[in-house]
């Protein structure tokens, strides 16, 4: 026998184990008990097998595990009671039961061991309790059962009776903290699924006011995390989404990773979605970063391109002026292209005189048309400089190079977008609705409706006869500008009767001009950008809860930020923290952004 049992039943036997003389073997009448005492008594019949376990409990392979250990040193206990001490003693009463609670560590080291239900006899639990200690170290338990102290949790039932130490008896429960404490811990752990699953449970009923805002911060620390550990994946594509998403959700914490991507050896694509991200970001920080880009001979063309606009988006363009300006004046091609590209953002009224040059006819085509579009931007720009820009404009537009056409059409849409409104621009453009080039009327589409707003709807009469693929694009994107009657009736038309770009193009302008009613179409439309699109715009939460659920993460994401948009943060967020515990690292990371952009929403639902 093991030492505790000897200690255990001899201090039974000291207590009141009657001694005697007695004959036969250990199982007869007569014999020695423990401690040499003259067995008197006839041992009671042995216990049958316990009762097998259910296999599906939780963790039941482990728990068989564990059993074997546990029922053996039990058994032999229980075996010892019968034999060495009277039927009639308090450790043979097969009331008697007693539960355990034993902490394994992820090693399977016992880490603790306590009674949370006693029988009522101290020996007997003392007993339960070596019995555990006895058959440690157990195999190392599941990691999907280990609770937030690090250790899996098993109740076991020590019995007196036939249940002994069974597997009927035996449990794995997991000890979870408050989300608070919980959450941190396993984002350290790299756990993300599993804490936003924490907060999505939390969040189940609606919690009250003071719970949600500390929630809702909680979710907030998910995303960023997801988010922040995808810039760094290795995958192209996952490091591009978590680029879109800290992007969408202006993740201001992770703007000096976005820096070393936009900087740095990473894969083109993601380095120039980095750039575009943090002209999002709209922080002193990603201004100096863009700055440097757009000033860096050894970026490329496009990158620095995107850092300007990002630049101008901040209003900090002042800073890369005199960079676009020199290229501007570069004797090579390639360099005053790139430098007229960045006026088309930056304006430059000290220069009018040299764009107009570059716009006049002794220069190639690429040139004037680059040129055209500067000017388009520095007729925004008003005062006298603004004035003669768009006066070389006006001329323009009646170009017979088609190709310029275009550009003019194209620099007074951009012009429109800073403010430009010239009355005679206006009814020039609507000319060009004629033109017997698509890509002039699709330019003057764009024009059209970035200048007249409104009354350009009067026009769609122009256009009631059009059948180019081009310029229909063009006029399903164009009537986003366009809040009338007349311009809904025509995009819910295009998007009804048209597909892909034509069709998705549309949607999201009804969107722009929030016609609600007029999206419930698309919804269930085959296309997954087309029913994201959609999503965004309608106002029936029924409808918006359900897109929760869709096959596709995009049109997932966009109904976590509608909610957002129509119930609040806090009505947004079970779906939100139950998508990002669901749903695969890029998933998150889509789902993450989505969340962090409904930040300007509001709290209350």
């Given at each position: 026998m093991r030492a505790w049992v000897v200690v255990a039943l001899g201090a039974a036997i000291g207590c009141g184990g009657a001694a005697g003389a007695g004959k036969g073997g250990p199982g007869g009448s007569g014999g020695e008990s423990a401690g040499g005492q003259v067995r008197t008594f006839e041992p009671g019949p042995p216990l049958e097998e316990p009762p097998p376990g259910d296999p599906e409990t939780p963790g039941y392979p482990y728990l068989a595990d564990l059993y074997e250990p546990l029922q053996s040193r039990w058994r032999s206990f229980l075996g010892n009671c019968r034999?060495?001490?009277?039927?009639?003693?308090?450790?043979?009463?097969?009331?008697?039961?007693?539960?355990?609670?034993?902490?394994?560590?992820?090693?399977?080291?016992?880490?603790?061991?306590?009674?949370?239900?006693?029988?009522?006899?101290?020996?007997?639990?003392?007993?339960?309790?070596?019995?555990?200690?006895?058959?440690?170290?157990?195999?190392?338990?599941?990691?999907?059962?280990v609770s937030d102290d690090s250790r899996v949790h098993v109740t076991w039932t020590f019995a007196r009776d036939r249940r002994q130490a069974g597997l009927a008896g035996a449990r794995l429960d997991r000890v979870?903290?408050?989300?608070?404490?919980?959450?941190?811990?396993?984002?350290?752990?790299?756990?993300?699924?599993?804490?936003?699953?924490?907060?999505?449970?939390?969040?189940?009923?609606?919690?009250?006011?003071?719970?949600?805002?500390?929630?809702?911060?909680?979710?907030?620390?998910?995303?960023?995390?997801?988010?922040?550990?995808?810039?760094?994946?290795?995958?192209?594509?996952?490091?591009?989404?978590?680029?879109?998403?800290?992007?969408?959700?202006?993740?201001?914490?992770?703007?000096?990773?976005?820096?070393?991507?936009?900087?740095?050896?990473?894969?083109?694509?993601?380095?120039?979605?980095?750039?575009?991200?943090?002209?999002?970001?709209?922080?002193?920080s990603a201004w100096a970063v863009l700055t440097a880009l757009a000033e860096s001979e050894q970026?490329?063309?496009?990158?620095?391109?995107?850092?300007v606009k990002g630049l101008a988006r901040g209003e900090s363009a002042d800073t890369v002026r005199p960079v676009a300006v020199a290229l501007a004046d570069d004797s090579a091609p390639d360099r005053r292209l790139l430098g007229l590209a960045m006026l088309a953002h930056v304006p430059a009224p000290g220069r009018l005189e040299a764009i107009v040059r570059l716009a006049g006819s002794g220069a190639v085509t690429a040139t004037r048309a680059a040129a055209l579009m500067a000017l388009g931007r520095l007729?925004?720009?008003?005062?006298?400089?603004?004035?003669?820009?768009?006066?070389?404009?006006?001329?323009?537009?009646?170009?017979r190079n088609a190709a310029l056409r275009v550009a003019v059409a194209d620099a007074v849409a951009n012009a429109a977008d800073y403010g430009y409104d010239q009355r005679m621009a206006y009814w020039k453009v609507i000319e060009l609705l004629k033109d017997r080039d698509e890509r002039v009327r699709a330019a003057a589409v764009r024009a059209g409706a970035a200048l007249g707003k409104q009354r350009f709807a009067r026009e769609l009469f122009r256009l009631r006869?059009?059948?180019?693929?081009?310029?229909?694009?063009?006029?399903?994107?164009?009537?986003?500008?366009?809040?009338?009657?007349?311009?809904?009736?025509?995009?819910?038309?295009?998007?009804?009767?048209?597909?892909?770009?034509?069709?998705?193009?549309?949607?999201?302008?009804?969107?722009?001009?929030?016609?609600?009613?007029?999206?419930?179409?698309?919804?269930?439309?085959?296309?997954?950008?087309?029913?994201?699109?959609?999503?965004?715009?309608?106002?029936?939460?029924n409808a918006v809860e359900s897109a929760l659920d869709d096959p596709s993460i995009e049109v997932r994401a966009a109904a976590v930020g509608r909610l957002g948009s129509l119930r609040g943060r806090l009505g947004a967020l079970r779906g939100a923290s139950r998508l990002m515990s669901a749903s695969d690292p890029a998933g998150r990371v889509v789902i993450a952004g989505a969340w962090l952009g409904t930040r300007g929403a509001g709290t209350a639902p």
């Amino acid at each position: 026998m093991r030492a505790w049992v000897v200690v255990a039943l001899g201090a039974a036997i000291g207590c009141g184990g009657a001694a005697g003389a007695g004959k036969g073997g250990p199982g007869g009448s007569g014999g020695e008990s423990a401690g040499g005492q003259v067995r008197t008594f006839e041992p009671g019949p042995p216990l049958e097998e316990p009762p097998p376990g259910d296999p599906e409990t939780p963790g039941y392979p482990y728990l068989a595990d564990l059993y074997e250990p546990l029922q053996s040193r039990w058994r032999s206990f229980l075996g010892n009671c019968r034999t060495q001490l009277p039927p009639e003693h308090p450790l043979n009463q097969s009331s008697l039961q007693v539960v355990v609670d034993i902490g394994v560590g992820r090693d399977g080291r016992l880490r603790a061991v306590q009674v949370v239900q006693p029988s009522g006899n101290g020996e007997f639990d003392d007993v339960a309790v070596e019995v555990v200690r006895d058959a440690a170290p157990f195999p190392p338990p599941p990691a999907s059962f280990v609770s937030d102290d690090s250790r899996v949790h098993v109740t076991w039932t020590f019995a007196r009776d036939r249940r002994q130490a069974g597997l009927a008896g035996a449990r794995l429960d997991r000890v979870q903290w408050k989300p608070s404490r919980a959450v941190p811990m396993l984002l350290e752990a790299g756990m993300d699924a599993e804490a936003a699953r924490r907060v999505a449970d939390a969040a189940e009923p609606l919690p009250a006011d003071d719970q949600a805002a500390a929630l809702i911060d909680l979710n907030d620390a998910i995303a960023v995390h997801a988010i922040a550990g995808a810039l760094g994946a290795p995958d192209p594509g996952l490091a591009r989404a978590a680029v879109e998403a800290a992007g969408r959700g202006r993740v201001g914490q992770v703007s000096k990773q976005l820096a070393a991507l936009a900087t740095g050896g990473a894969e083109p694509g993601v380095r120039l979605a980095a750039i575009e991200a943090l002209g999002n970001l709209d922080t002193e920080s990603a201004w100096a970063v863009l700055t440097a880009l757009a000033e860096s001979e050894q970026a490329t063309d496009e990158e620095r391109l995107a850092a300007v606009k990002g630049l101008a988006r901040g209003e900090s363009a002042d800073t890369v002026r005199p960079v676009a300006v020199a290229l501007a004046d570069d004797s090579a091609p390639d360099r005053r292209l790139l430098g007229l590209a960045m006026l088309a953002h930056v304006p430059a009224p000290g220069r009018l005189e040299a764009i107009v040059r570059l716009a006049g006819s002794g220069a190639v085509t690429a040139t004037r048309a680059a040129a055209l579009m500067a000017l388009g931007r520095l007729a925004a720009a008003g005062g006298t400089a603004g004035r003669g820009a768009s006066r070389t404009l006006l001329d323009a537009l009646s170009s017979r190079n088609a190709a310029l056409r275009v550009a003019v059409a194209d620099a007074v849409a951009n012009a429109a977008d800073y403010g430009y409104d010239q009355r005679m621009a206006y009814w020039k453009v609507i000319e060009l609705l004629k033109d017997r080039d698509e890509r002039v009327r699709a330019a003057a589409v764009r024009a059209g409706a970035a200048l007249g707003k409104q009354r350009f709807a009067r026009e769609l009469f122009r256009l009631r006869k059009e059948r180019s693929s081009v310029v229909l694009l063009a006029l399903a994107r164009a009537l986003a500008r366009v809040d009338a009657t007349a311009a809904a009736d025509r995009l819910a038309g295009l998007a009804r009767d048209g597909a892909g770009e034509q069709r998705l193009a549309a949607v999201r302008s009804l969107v722009a001009l929030e016609k609600s009613a007029a999206l419930v179409a698309f919804v269930s439309d085959d296309s997954p950008s087309v029913r994201s699109a959609a999503m965004t715009g309608i106002d029936d939460v029924n409808a918006v809860e359900s897109a929760l659920d869709d096959p596709s993460i995009e049109v997932r994401a966009a109904a976590v930020g509608r909610l957002g948009s129509l119930r609040g943060r806090l009505g947004a967020l079970r779906g939100a923290s139950r998508l990002m515990s669901a749903s695969d690292p890029a998933g998150r990371v889509v789902i993450a952004g989505a969340w962090l952009g409904t930040r300007g929403a509001g709290t209350a639902p």
